[in-house]
């Protein structure tokens, strides 16, 4: 039920209809450019060109320069052996030069260039013993000249996809750029000098200067902008449209939190009982909470939201946090309990994995109200789980859990204060285009008496000793976790190389080492985990499944192989599995020589720091924004043009456009309302479009 404006059509039909893009084409171009349709072929900028427009006469002629001149062919000399080239003297007024050919068919030369006759060739200028000459050159007839004395665009490509074809297909596809209303206020573009934007898009595709390839040049700042403004307008309308649903204004609790407060064997930080303040703020306002609390593994987010969600259970309403993983659930409902229990909350916990009668009990107690407290899965959200009256949600989401589940959740939970804890700390550009206009409580402090991490960088040259001094440890009470080598794309791979790690430290360990990874039957990896956790294993061995956020405060010691293979953030949430109990911790992290320099530099950061906020920025600046470790899943970093370590000033200024636009026109009514529309229409952001329609 698209209303998409009409004169975008052309630019969402298939790349097949395109010149020289057939079915087998098509099919890679697709994968290339991370779409269908002829809009995603014109995103898919060039990242390189080759100049043409010099020309001159064979005597001038620059040595490695490109040149494109007319010449006369005045003889052929065939390749005597099969290695050797065709060569083909030329001339013009000033001289000779020789085209040289390998590999070429001697009646299709003979056809390009016949003797006598005068062609336009084009190529870099190369001296062999004093002679110019040319390896494969660009030929035409002089009547063509035009098509030869130009910058090419020269483009990402992909194996079945030459830079001819991609260029024939771009060219094809210009003609299809429409004209569009402009949507960018008339004061900033004129500010900043930008060019209409079917202009903009087709100049992509003519550089002429490398400035020209930069994202920051002028063409592609304002499509980098166009981009940025439709995400940023489609979180403030979402945020807008979840602000009109009012929310409940809850009295800061005080008897529940202060039973609780009894029991903790330690007090909250500073920076815990800030952003608690700025909770209880938001909860005590009739318009709803959507509240980002960030902060680093091990800083205590979960204590933190324990005692917001007393605000809705001492009102009377009920309060749900849910965990992305089983594992994680399960962990929460142990830690929750004794909090629940000193306060007399009841509570529920419910997953994929409850099943049957034991379910629908659980489903009884959250509809009527008996359960106050709801601890889970996603499984907690879906449909057919109805609350009484849901106060407040919370979602440990750690990144894995996207925009528009989040959207999903708020729309069925009319009213519900939202927070939302994410565990990797997201730098501020990608926290804005994540989250838009969401407000956030940092916790930026550990928990006192928390020991810093040494971390060391160990070849794997090393590995008897790194066993040995492992052992030595183990005597002495302390538990290992031991992760394997991440192999892109191959869960099987990764499996292997778990299980080879594991049958060798058997060798040394015995029955006192344990096995876990993503194929396994999860009551079996909880088993294992369990075993862990309670000591009746020294060594956990694992692929990457180990759960993000599980609390083994024994667990003094991390070792990561093949630690050059894991992204920033990821070793960042591994390594903060360690460095949660009363001993001095240590990160292990085990690489194979030699690394290359972009490796090093990142095992050398996380030797350097253990603050998660810097680590996030670094990631960001070495890897750019699209690969941060498990954003590119939940789609906040899948920018076609915009590219945040470079845009990050232009994601400020849309930022605080969106916002304008939704205070002046909230439903784009305007004249620009509607050009805005179809912008969010160009990059699909049609749900962000229904919010009108349904009020
Ligand atoms: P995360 O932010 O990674 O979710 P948790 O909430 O799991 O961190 O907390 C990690 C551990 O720190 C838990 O065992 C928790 O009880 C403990 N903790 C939380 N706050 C404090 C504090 N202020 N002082 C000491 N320990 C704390
Ligand atoms: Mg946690």
Redesign the pocket.
């Given at each position: 039920m698209s209303q998409r404006p009409f004169e975008l059509d052309p630019l969402f039909r298939s790349v097949t209809t395109l010149t020289g893009v057939g079915p087998r084409i098509g099919k890679l171009m697709e994968k290339l450019i991370g779409g269908p349709k002829v809009l995603d072929l014109l995103f898919h900028a060039p990242i390189d060109f080759i100049d043409r427009r010099l020309t001159c006469l064979i005597s001038d002629a620059p040595s490695g320069r490109i040149i494109t001149t007319e010449v006369k062919v005045e003889k052929h000399l065939p390749n005597t052996r099969k290695s050797l080239p065709y060569r083909i003297k030329c001339s013009d007024d000033s001289g000779y030069i020789m085209l040289v050919f390998f590999h070429a068919k001697k009646d299709w030369i003979e056809k390009l260039l016949p003797l006598g006759k005068s062609v336009i060739i084009s190529g870099k200028i190369e001296y062999f013993q004093g002679q110019p000459q040319m390896l494969h050159p660009d030929i035409t007839n002089p009547s063509e000249r035009k098509t030869l004395e130009i910058v090419e665009a020269i483009y990402p490509l992909t194996a079945g996809i030459t830079n001819k074809v991609m260029r024939k297909a771009q060219m094809s596809a210009i003609k299809y750029i429409p004209i569009l209303p402009e949507w960018i206020d008339e004061a900033h573009k004129k500010r900043e000098d930008w060019l209409d934007w079917h202009i903009c898009l087709k100049s992509i595709h003519n550089p002429t200067s490398e400035d020209d390839l930069e994202p920051t040049s002028h063409i592609r700042s304002r499509l980098a902008y166009d981009e940025l403004l439709a995400n940023q307008l489609t979180l403030a309308l979402m945020r807008n449209r979840q602000r009109k649903i009012n929310g409940r204004s809850f009295k800061q609790s005080a008897v529940l939190r202060n039973k609780i407060e009894r029991k903790?064997?330690?007090?909250?930080?500073r920076a815990?009982k800030r952003s608690l303040y700025e909770i209880d703020h938001d909860m005590g306002q009739k318009e709803r909470m959507l509240r980002l609390l960030q902060?680093?593994?091990?800083?205590?987010?979960?204590?933190?939201?324990v005692m917001a969600m007393m605000n809705a259970v001492e009102n009377g309403s009920q309060a749900a946090i849910m965990a992305p993983t089983e594992i994680l659930a399960r962990?929460h409902a142990k830690?929750i309990k004794p909090w629940l229990n000193a306060a007399g909350v009841r509570f529920v916990t419910l997953t994929g994995r409850d099943k049957g009668k034991t379910r629908e009990l659980i489903l009884k107690q959250i509809k009527d109200g008996t359960a106050q407290f709801i601890i889970g899965t996603h499984a907690i959200f879906q449909d057919n789980v109805k609350y009484k009256d849901l106060g407040i949600a919370v979602i440990?989401e750690q990144h894995r859990f996207g925009v528009h589940q989040r959207l999903e959740l708020s729309n069925k939970s009319k009213g519900t204060d939202i927070l939302v804890?994410t565990?990797t700390p997201i730098p501020r550009t990608l926290a804005l285009t994540a989250y838009g206009d969401m407000e956030v409580s940092k916790?930026d402090e550990k928990?006192?008496?928390?020991k810093p991490i040494e971390t060391l960088l160990l070849s794997k040259e090393k590995m008897d000793s790194i066993i040995d001094g492992i052992k030595r440890k183990i005597s002495e009470g302390i538990r290992v976790y031991w992760v394997c080598p991440l192999v892109e794309e191959s869960e099987l791979m990764d499996l292997a190389a778990a299980e080879e790690r594991y049958d060798i430290l058997k060798a040394t360990f015995g029955d006192r080492i344990g096995l876990v990874h993503g194929r396994m039957k999860p009551s079996d990896k909880d088993d294992i985990m369990n075993k862990f956790a309670n000591g009746d294993l020294d060594v956990l061995v694992a692929t990457t499944v180990i759960e993000v956020?599980v609390?083994v405060?024994k667990a003094s010691i991390m070792v990561i192989e093949h630690a050059e293979r894991f992204g920033l953030s990821q070793l960042h949430q591994l390594r903060?599995r360690v460095g949660?109990g009363s001993e001095k911790s240590y990160c292990f992290l085990i690489y194979s020589p030699p690394l290359g320099e972009t490796a090093r530099e990142r095992l050398s950061i996380m030797r350097d720091t253990e603050n998660g906020f810097i680590i996030a920025e670094k990631d960001l600046e070495l890897r750019g924004s699209g690969d941060i470790m498990g954003t590119k899943q939940s789609g906040i970093t899948d920018f076609k043009i915009a590219d945040l370590s470079a845009h990050s000033d232009l994601l400020a200024a849309a930022r605080d456009d969106a916002k304008l636009i939704i205070s002046r026109d909230p439903k784009l009514e305007s004249k620009r309302g509607s050009a805005l529309k179809t912008l969010l229409y160009l990059f699909e952001r049609d749900q962000a479009i229904k919010y009108f329609r349904s009020g």
């Open positions: 903790l064997p330690f007090n909250l930080t815990q902060g680093d593994v091990g800083s205590g987010k979960t204590i933190v939201a962990q830690s440990d804890m565990a916790l928990p006192a008496g928390r956020g609390n405060p903060g949660r």
